[in-house]
């Protein structure tokens, strides 16, 4: 809410600096978003006519003016700008001003030419542009006033300061002025009155009321109308044009504004309707029929149903949805005689509802769904006629008493118990039942003593007060929080912190892959429509009801699609070599009768070595990253087992397992799945889920004795078919080895004619050792035997 | 007449029989080409209709038509056909053990890169540092699910449906349950909920988490983005205590010197609340644009939490107070490290990752 400090002026002196006022604001919470300073810097610029224009003698693109200052003049001034001409009247700033921004004007020479002062542009002053914007000097309208009158006093600026305010939801009395004035006061120690006393016409029942039914009252609890007669029809007083303004609204005409002003000073949305357009000449307020339409003030035609309080003409035709907009119907015009006012008060739930079905926002809406002053109507009936009287014309204006259609209870002040132990408690602060009474009694709380702390009346313009906690906030708001003595909780004393074993090992496997050089990536949660066919994963993922665009309408059951958008935005920068890896949520529609969708988190891991590397080496990396993490994670026996998986080249794909838990899978994404991306190389993928990984067996961390005695190694090449997999060749034999078995390696693979279609060579390296003895030459032998007779129950042959 | 029908016919015939022939795309591709092209038999059969009365150009015209369409629709047959068996030959061509791969010692991971060691994404060297920081002050760190009911991400924070504040968070929804019921967290305050109904009082942890919203992103907002938020229930909490939690943590954070500030606010699950500022870490209170010469910048809201939040998760809030807090991460991330814009979070350019 935009705030002049002159209006919050007419309730309370203010007597403070701006910065201050600044300051107090944001410890009321009433947040200052920007502050505005109207019309400084203009002390010292007056109006000057432009006698004479010459060239400059030594300069292209300025040129010299001779002005009269007020004193007949000519006064030289060299000007750059060329859109004025002899005769015009245009803002001075002579030697000596400042202007806006600590601009100072001294004699200056320019080109060997001296000139007198500057000739100025509105957006040197910091005003407003004329229409068209146009680039020079501000020209002012001819005759405005004498040469050498002021500016601001010409064109009628008072200097002002505008705050911009962010009113939090909880806060509806501090949408106008008497709130925020009333909150500033109480922090100064100053005392707030009403600007206005009931000085305007007197409610004359030869006026009469407009007859008004409320059939809803539960939506409406009260309705209050009041017949207004010869209303003046010109435009609104400056005064009144420019407080709107600077508040942020538009002048329109009298009977508008001052409706707009008695809601921004008071904080009652109202409605004028011309009594004379107004069918049956009376109001029914009444819930929607389904299927009834009402073109609003905004002109958009609105679906109206039975939730939402319509504002009806005397025959029933709507004209408005209640508190939230009006129907173009009715509306005041130039031609309007006779004003119907509206004063009323919706119920805050039901606005909700409705402005949120409709999609419909308003300066009404806002104020009612938050709560509006429900006592405030009269007064603001009583505002908006001796507003209006007082204008031009306004000398013929007559009004009728308030008819106050009351259906259904307001809600009343409310009553809270404060305990003074409470308020200290929950605030951390020692403040004695005085101190506490000084706070609240200046907002308007009223205060009985009563054992223990207070019986607290909540003043009608803060029903969102109705709690014991409410009171405590408003304590703490008024007492300053920068008061309050900072802490550390003592609490029950116990408390130990930490991570827990799926966040350590979560940084254990970023520690090991970065480790490895792979950067960390993040990709977005969202999948386009698709990307599951693209990407050849299985078809179903979770929908989202309302994307802000339809290529994030699909939760992603899968990281791949991601980290391949983000090797292709690589590609297309020529960045290549490329190695990336994420550990993020991914989703599947939720299992039968549940409806939260069943979520995981994986790791994933994508590389793309540069083009020209062997066609292996992105399969290697990625199963080589697996080997390193099932090492640092002590995972108990890790097995590759060749198997399709959707999106992985049927080939070269494998399910991982840690002994007998799957928990992910490597390979070489689908030859057709990267090009489909953009990717012309060939992409390594590894994907693990880290819930699976948590069930996984490990390696103890018990220490295993090291021996102290020699080793013996011995290679041993096997020849055997493509269809049994090397690790089940390496088990195989590692089991005919036995304890005495320390290591045993894969170190080369051979193909090749001499050996047949189907057929490879297998070398292993294995290492023997004993904890108490050195081996002797027989039992290597034998132990060999054993290795290769293990071997031989596979069909493997030792190659000679 | 007949024999441009006759012809058109006996064209076909060998059409097919040629596309069928072609043993490999190739040959296909090739075969395709003298089958239907510009210069192809059928082509040439058009060139001879004008010699034809109009109703034989009619019938001889609809007969190449015929043919042509019939060779089109085989030929595409056919085409994808020997596309799938050369992708199925390629794919069984490259089949690999990877057992080979695993069974061997595991050599350097990028073994084909030059590179020395990665980096940890901006945002997880953050919260990292944040958990850090808070476990160092006696906090455990807490998860929940990404996405979330209706009841756990705003009706027992204490925002019923209609309630206004809902406003404050533009939510995405998702397609489960009754329209409205499932969503995607709009902050990591679910987690608390979580938390508390879970009756392991007291509560000291912090809840990072990845949260959404439904804006278009610009160079300060993400519609995906991170948050953490923190949650104290113990018996004789204070407000005193939350300001000097905020302020214990803003100078273990970010460094001697630095200090925080509340001013009063609102959340719909706290109460009394407060927006928490601390000092710019770019200019360290001294006033930069970063901070628009204040020397403070905003980092995220506070509060005791709100009593109707212990009822709904059944702890009495005449034994038990607590507080919360909760900021975002990337927006931190992006205000330490002077990042002009957040989106550059998402792209994954490696010369952004590598910087961190």
Redo the contacts between chains.
Sequence with gaps: MRAPLSWLRDYAPLDATVERLIEIL????L?VEGVEHVGQGLADVVVARVLDIRPHPDADRIRLVDVDPGDGGPLQIVCGAWNFAVGDLVPLAPVGAVLPGDFAIAKRKMRGQVSHGMLCSAVELELPEPDGGADGLMILPPGLAPPGTPLAEALGIEADVVFDLDI????PDALCMAGVARDLAAALGEAWHWPFGPDGPPAEPAVGTAPIVVQSGDLCPRFTGTVIEGVPDGPSPDWLARRLTLAGMRPISAAVDVSNYVMLDLGQPNHAYDLDRLGGGGILVRRGHVGEVLTTLDDVERRLGPDDCVICDGDGAPVGVGGIMGGASAEVGPTTGRILLECAWFE??AI??TG?RLGLYSEARTRF??GVDPEIASRAAERFCALLGSLPGGDRLRRGPLNDIREHALPSAHRITLRTDRVN?????RLDDEVIGGLLGPLGFELTAVAGGFEVVVPTWRLEVD?E??L??EV??MWG??R?????????G???????AR?RER?HI?RV??????????????LGPGDLERASLEPGA???????DRS?SL?RPSLLPGLLK?LR??VD?Q?E????FEI??V?A??GEGR???D?SEHLAVA?L??PG?????A???A??????LA?ALRLEEP??E?SPVPGL??????RLRAGATVVGE??EVD??VGPAYGLSGRVGWLRISLDDLAAAARRPGRAVEVSRYPAADFDLAFVTT?DI????L?DTVRAAGGDLLEDL???D?YRGERLGEGRRS?ALRARFRALDRTLSDSELSSLRDRLIGAAAGLGAELRA | MTDITTTAKELLEAGRARLAAAADLDRFVEAEREILGKKSALAALNSRLRDLTPEGRRVAGEAIKAARDALAEEAARLRSDLTERHRRDRLAAERMDLTELSSAPPGPVLDWSGRGTGHLHLVTSTRDELEDTFVAMGFTVAEGPEAETDRYNFEALNMPPDHPARGMWDTLYLHLGDPGQVLLRTHTSPVQVRLMESGQLPIYAVMPGRCYRRDTPDARHLPVFHQIEGLVVDRAITFGDLAGVIEAFTTAFFGPGMHSRLRPSFFPFTEPSAEFEVTCPICAGAGCRTCSNSGWIELGGCGMVDPNVFEAVGIDPEEYSGFAFGFGIDRLAQVRSSLSDMRALLDNDVRFLSQF
Aim: aromatic share 6%; charged share 20%; hydrophobic share 40%.
């Design positions: 944001s410890e009321l919470g947040v939090t939801p909880n806060r805050p739930t909700a509802r949120n769904e938050r408690a929950l605030l951390g602060v709690r906690i409410d405590v906030e703490a708001r929080y920068h309050i003595e900072r802490t550390v909780p003592a609490g029950s116990r408390r130990t912190g930490g991570l827990d966040q940084r970023r892959l970065t480790g490895a050089g792979l950067d960390e990536a993040w990709t977005t949660t969202f979770v929908q989202v009801e309302n994307p802000l994030e939760l983000a935005f690589n920068r960045l070599d490329l190695a990336l993020g949520r989703f529609p939720p409806i939260l969708p979520e590389v070595p540069p590397s062997t066609p292996t080496a399969v290697r990396s199963v080589r990253a697996w080997q390193w090492t097995a590759l060749a080249h049927p080939g070269r794909s494998a490597v390979g030859p057709s493509d997999p090397a690790a089940r390496l390696t894969l170190f693979v297998v």
